[in-house]
C-alpha cells in the first residue's frame, strides 16, 4: 500500500510537469531571422562566413608545427574526409586523442590534432585560424543531418548537457529550456525567440561583426540571463553542445550560418 | 586578407555584368573597447579601386559607415577579354587587391 | 506620531531617489554613444557643393524598412542618369546623420559605367533619415534620401560597445 502510494504520488509529479512545446521537427536557426539576414545567409558569395571558409581552405593545406605536417597530409582532400564529420560533433574520440579525454567539440578535435599530429601550439578561443579551419570543415557537412553518438563514454556528458539545459541559472533564475522550448516564436522586444539549434554554427553574427563559434553564442546567452559564464572549451559547454547537437537531430548542418 | 572577387565567366560584347567583391576586415570604427575595457583603434579600408583593363571604372571612398567585411557590387560593361583588378588600403596603410579575368567573345 | 514620521521619511527616501535619476541620465548619456541626435549636414553638403543648389530627384536608396541590426543593412544606390560621355554622375556621397562620422562612403563612377549603381552594406547608429547626394558632369547636384528605423537588440551580449 505504501508503495502504491509513493508510485501514484510519482505519477502525479509527472503529471504537472509542464508539457514543454518540444522543438520537433527541429527548425534551423535561419528561420527566426529577418528577410535580409536569410538573404545573407543564402547569398554563397555575399554571406561573410565564406571568408572564413575560404581561408580554412588554405589553412587545411599549410603545413605547421614541428611535425611539418597539413591537415590535408593526413585528411586528403576535405570535401570527401570531412564530409559528414561536423554533423556528428561533439564527440568521444576512439583514437583517444589527447589519450583519457572524453567527449571533444569540433575545436578541440581540431586543436588536438594540431597539438598531436602537427606538434604545433594550440590556436586560441576564437582565434581567426581556428575559426576558419571550423567553418571549413563544417561547411563540408552542409545538409547533411545532425547525428550524434550519446551512448558509452558520451552517455555522461549528455546527462551533464541535459540537466544544465533545464537548469535554473543567473540573476534573471531562467533555464535553457525557458526560451528555447516554451517560449520560441514568441517575440523579445523585437526579436523572435528561437529554438536555439546549433545548426548554422559556427555563424556569422551581425551583433559580432565576425563568426564566432557556438560556444561564443552559449557564452552570451549566460550573460544575457546574468549567469557565470563557463570557459570556452570547459566541460559543461561541451556537455551543453552535445545535447544540443543530440536535440537538434534530423536538421541539416548549414554552416556558416548569419544571425543577427 | 581574405578576399572575394565574383565577375561571370563570359560576356558579349555590350553586355552589362555585375563585379562582386567582400573583403575580410573589421573595419574597426575607433568607438569599440575590447573585453579589458581598452579602445580599439579606428582602422577601416579607405579606399577601393576597380580597373578593368587600363581604366578605372570604380572607386569608393569607405568610412566607418561601411559594415565589417565590406562588400561592394556594380556593374561594369563588357568591351573585351581583360582583367577586373580591385586594390584597396586601410588607415594603417596596409595593402590588398583581387583580379578576375572578365573572358568577352 | 509615528505614522507622520513614517511619512517624513518616506518623503526623505523619494527625494534621495530622485536626487539620483538625473546621475542615472548622466550614466546613460555616457554609455549611449550609439544614440546621438542628427547632426547637421549643412557643412558636409556645402563642402561638397560649394553652395551650390541641391536639387530634389534622381537619386533613390534601397534598404529594408525596419534592420535588425544596425551593424550590416544592405543597402543600394542608384542615380537615373544616361551614363554618356556628356551626361553622367561623377560621384555620389551618402549621409548618415545620426551616425559619429556621418559621411557613409562616397562613389566615383568611371567612362565605362554602364550605370550609376552600387551595392553594399552599411552601419547606421539608429533609427534616421539617409541622405544621398549626386554630383553631375553638368555640374548639377541631386539628392534623394530614405528613411530607417534601426531596432536594438534584445539580447545582452558580453561584447563591449
Redesign the interface.
Known amino acids: 500500500m505504501k508503495h502504491h502510494c509513493e508510485y501514484s504520488l510519482f505519477a502525479l509529479v509527472c503529471l504537472a510537469l509542464p508539457v514543454f512545446a518540444q522543438a520537433n521537427p527541429p527548425q534551423s536557426g535561419r528561420d527566426f ?5 536569410r ?2 545567409e543564402a547569398d554563397e558569395f555575399a554571406n561573410p562566413g565564406m571568408l572564413w571558409v575560404e581561408q580554412g581552405a588554405k589553412l587545411w593545406r599549410e603545413a605547421r608545427g614541428a611535425a611539418g605536417k597539413s591537415c590535408a597530409d593526413c585528411h586528403g582532400d576535405a570535401k570527401q574526409s570531412m564530409r559528414g564529420v561536423a554533423a556528428s560533433y561533439p564527440k568521444a574520440d576512439a583514437n583517444g586523442i589527447p589519450p583519457g579525454r572524453r567527449v571533444l567539440s569540433l575545436d578541440q578535435r581540431i586543436n588536438a590534432c594540431v597539438e598531436s599530429r602537427q606538434a604545433a601550439r594550440a590556436f586560441a578561443w576564437e582565434s581567426r585560424e581556428l575559426l576558419s579551419l571550423s567553418a571549413f570543415i563544417s561547411h563540408q557537412s552542409k545538409g547533411l543531418p545532425i547525428k550524434v553518438d550519446i551512448t558509452g563514454s558520451a552517455a555522461a556528458a549528455y546527462a551533464r548537457g541535459k540537466a544544465l539545459y533545464f537548469q535554473r541559472i543567473g540573476q534573471m533564475n531562467l533555464a535553457c529550456t525557458h526560451c528555447h522550448d516554451q517560449n520560441w516564436g514568441k ?5 523572435p525567440v528561437s529554438q536555439g539549434q546549433p545548426d548554422g554554427w559556427p555563424a556569422y553574427r ?4 565576425t563568426l564566432g563559434s557556438l560556444q561564443r553564442r552559449l ?3 549566460f ?2 540571463v546574468r549567469a557565470e ?1 563557463p570557459a570556452f572549451g570547459s566541460d559543461d559547454l561541451v556537455a551543453l553542445e552535445l545535447y544540443l547537437a543530440k536535440r537538434a537531430e534530423g536538421l541539416p548542418i548549414a554552416a556558416p550560418g548569419v544571425r ?1 | 586578407m581574405t578576399a572575394r572577387l565574383r565577375v561571370p565567366d563570359t560576356a558579349r560584347p555590350g553586355d ?1 555584368v555585375e563585379v562582386r567583391l567582400l573583403i575580410q576586415h573589421d573595419m574597426e ?1 575607433g ?5 579589458q ?1 581598452r579602445a ?1 583603434p579606428m582602422n577601416v579600408i579607405t579606399e577601393v579601386r576597380a580597373r ?1 583593363g587600363e ?14 567585411n ?8 563588357a ?1 573585351k577579354t581583360g582583367e577586373i583588378r580591385i586594390e584597396w588600403v586601410d588607415s594603417a596603410g596596409v595593402r590588398g587587391g583581387v583580379s578576375a579575368v572578365l573572358n568577352v567573345a | 506620531m509615528a505614522g507622520v514620521e513614517g511619512a517624513g521619511v518616506r518623503r526623505r527616501s523619494v527625494l534621495r531617489a530622485m536626487a539620483v535619476i538625473p546621475a542615472l541620465a548622466n550614466i546613460r548619456n555616457a554609455t549611449a ?1 550609439n544614440f546621438l541626435p542628427p547632426q547637421d549636414l549643412r557643412p558636409f553638403i556645402d563642402k561638397l557643393t560649394g553652395g551650390a543648389v541641391v536639387k530634389t530627384g534622381k537619386v533613390t536608396m534601397d534598404m ?1 524598412a ?4 544596425g ?4 543597402f543600394i544606390l542608384r542615380v537615373a542618369s544616361p551614363m554618356t560621355a556628356a551626361d553622367h554622375v561623377k560621384s555620389v556621397h ?1 549621409f ?1 546623420p545620426r ?17 550609376a ?8 547608429a539608429g533609427t534616421q533619415k539617409v541622405i544621398a547626394i549626386a554630383a553631375m558632369a553638368d555640374g548639377s547636384f541631386w539628392s534623394g534620401e530614405t528613411p530607417i528605423v534601426v ?11
Open positions: 531571422q529577418g528577410k535580409e539576414t538573404a545573407l517575440t523579445l522586444l523585437a526579436e551581425l551583433e559580432w561583426q557564452r552570451a546567452c550573460f544575457g559564464q543577427r | 552589362i570604427t568607438f569599440r573597447r575590447d573585453m575595457g580599439v578593368y581604366s578605372e571604372v570604380f572607386r569608393a571612398e569607405l568610412g566607418s559607415g561601411v559594415s565589417a565590406p562588400y561592394l557590387a556594380f556593374p561594369v560593361r568591351l | 554613444q529594408p525596419i534592420a535588425e541590426n551593424n550590416s543593412i544592405p551618402v548618415a551616425n559619429p562620422r556621418p559621411l557613409v562612403a562616397a562613389f566615383h563612377f568611371g567612362p565605362h559605367a554602364p550605370r549603381e552600387v551595392s553594399t552594406r552599411v552601419r547606421l531596432t536594438a537588440a534584445a539580447c545582452l551580449d558580453e561584447a563591449l560597445g
